[in-house]
């Protein structure tokens, strides 16, 4: 046979979690399949996740809880979440020999703590099922007609198939392959591209004094969004200061909402190191606090509540000298002290890009996707899965959810007619 002459069944573009998922699934129900990977290996953002380690799902919510965590579009996701949620996902790995632990928040891991067995996994799950995997396949394109595609154009050969599911990812981590290479295969087809955006990605900060504070972390800290003058959401988490401005799993989980805001102009990240009291209230702690410490110097007391770092910063702002004695600290100095604990202000300058970013926000228009099959209402032989939809959702395992619950629907889906 010669190479022009290949025809398959299922063609599945993108090695990544959901083309894997994919390609394993349709194979398994008996479909004659071949995997497409751009880069010499498959799973080359999948070693990268959960930093090394590969948070594979999240298991802290049913159905709903899960699909509000992603946001606007969650909605879509009910039917690939209740063919394939994280309780299937968990079974997977583990009937093939990949045994699974759960962390704080409901994070799923392998045990191992090593993302290459669960690429291992994946690895071996194909090849047990006969499909045909095809490394640095550069795909420039589909030949169509009509509302069908007839074949897949590589750089020195044909792909012939009767189904085609696009995988191919988003524009996050664009060294591991991901460029964005199908949203234009995509619009030639027919379809609707909303914007792609970085999203779970660090916030660089205008103002010069956060890398005071580099290398600084805050557990369960709160902080809010503003845009002119209006409170536009709030968020808690684990937050980390770097040399550039603001990271960690809280600002990770806020940047989709930041980059959307920005759209519009300026915005403002407020911390409240001390969110259970009000201003008031914590006015009337230190009133008490320093008439009982009044011999101490400043910087010895609060280095009581807050860490080196965040002390000086505080200091600093308020134009307060780390040596004063409480009891000479006067009632507007003290004021500047509370203001500052209650709203620590940062100005946002941008979100991190695409290389910095964990998933892209944006992608294919779901309206234009059948949420039961994957399947395209533009294309009739076209299906979808993973970070190429306009789907995405925070940190902990709901991306690679997405990944497998989708892979898993468009797989199972390609052999109906």
């Known amino acids: 046979m010669n190479k022009s002459d290949k025809k398959f069944d299922v063609a599945v573009i993108g090695g990544g979690p959901a083309g894997m998922m994919a390609a394993g699934r349709a194979a398994e129900l008996g479909a004659k399949v071949v995997l497409l990977e751009k880069n010499s290996a498959l799973g080359k953002k999948l070693l990268l996740t959960g930093n090394g380690h590969c948070n594979i799902t999240q298991i802290n919510h049913d159905a709903r809880g899960f699909v509000e965590k992603l946001g606007r579009n969650g909605k879509f996701f009910f039917s690939a979440f209740s063919a394939f949620g994280p309780k299937e996902v968990v079974e997977f790995f583990e009937q093939k020999n990949l045994p699974t632990k759960v ?20 690895t071996k799950y194909l090849k047990d099922n006969g499909v045909e995997i095809i490394t640095d396949a550069e795909v420039s394109g589909f030949e169509f007609a009509g509302n069908k595609i007839s074949d897949m154009k590589l750089k020195d050969q044909i792909i012939k198939a009767g189904k085609f599911i696009l995988c191919t990812g988003g524009k996050a981590y664009p060294a591991t392959g991901s460029t964005g290479d199908g949203y234009a295969w995509v619009k030639e087809l027919g379809h609707t591209i909303v914007t792609p955006m970085p999203a779970l990605a660090p916030v660089r900060i205008k103002e010069d004094w956060v890398s ?86 400043i910087k010895n007391y609060f280095r009581e509540i807050l860490s080196r770092k965040m002390l000086d910063l505080i200091l600093k702002l308020a134009e307060i000298d780390p040596d004063k004695k409480l009891n000479f600290l006067t ?53 979808f899965a993973g970070e190429i939809l306009d789907l995405d959702g925070p940190t902990g395992g709901y991306n690679l959810q997405i990944c497998w619950s989708t892979g898993y629907l468009a797989g199972s889906n390609t052999l109906k007619q």
Do not use: C
């Open 212 to 297: 005071d504070l580099q290398g600084l972390s805050l557990e369960v800290a709160s902080i809010s969004l503003w845009q002119n003058e209006k409170k536009q959401a709030s968020f808690q988490g684990d937050l980390l200061f770097t040399h550039f401005g603001l990271s960690g799993p809280l600002i990770i989980n806020a940047s989709k909402e930041i980059n959307l805001l920005l759209q519009n102009g300026s915005v403002t990240i407020e911390l409240e190191l001390f969110p259970e009291f009000t201003i008031s209230e914590l006015d009337k702690k230190l009133v008490l606090a320093f008439e009982e410490n009044n011999r101490k110097d």
């Open 103 to 122: 962390e704080k928040n409901g994070r799923v891991f392998p045990v191992t703590d090593d993302a290459i067995d669960v690429l291992s996994t994946l």
């Open 331 to 383: 009632k507007k100095e003290r004021q500047k002290i509370v203001a500052l604990l209650k709203s620590l202000k940062f100005t946002v300058s941008e979100v991190m890009g695409f290389d910095q970013a964990m998933v892209t926000s944006g992608g294919v228009a779901l309206k234009e996707i059948d949420p039961k099959t994957m399947q395209s209402k533009i294309i009739e032989n076209l299906y």
